[in-house]
Structure formats: C-alpha cells, structure tokens
C-alpha cells in the first residue's frame, strides 16, 4: 500500500494538444513525483484539477493531477 502525503503534478496547457492529453501528462507526472515501488496500489484517491482563465470563452492555462494514498 501507499505510504505518504499527497502529490501533486502538474502540466502547463500552452504544451499539451487536448485535454485528454493535458490530465495524462499531470498523471504521469505526479506518479514520477511518489516515489512508489512497482506494484498494485488499493484506494488511491485521484483528484483532477485545472486552473482556470476566465473570459468570454475560458480556457485552462494548467492541468493538475492530485494523487493521495489509500489508507
């Protein structure tokens, strides 16, 4: 099982194509941040965040990626 505190990882917009593309990248890096050993992890809580520009369209300037141990 994970151990630790959460982490995050996260990927600026401006060098991703899609969304879809934009929460892999997060993902990958936020896995690259925990350290884990190769294996099977239980309950881990996968959060998908963004920040946001608001305007008339918005837009997402960055995907984020929280990933917090199960317990």
Do not use: C
């Not at 060098?15 to 936020?30: M, R, Y």
């Amino acid at each position: 099982m994970a151990k630790g505190k959460p982490v995050t990882g996260k990927v600026q917009a401006d060098t991703v194509k899609s969304h879809s593309e934009g929460w892999n990248a997060a993902l990958d890096a936020a896995l690259n941040k925990t350290g884990w050993k190769a294996g099977d992890y239980k309950n881990v809580k996968v959060e998908f965040l963004a920040t946001i520009k608001v305007v008339n369209p918005g837009s997402i300037v960055e995907y984020a990626v929280r990933l917090t141990p199960g317990g």
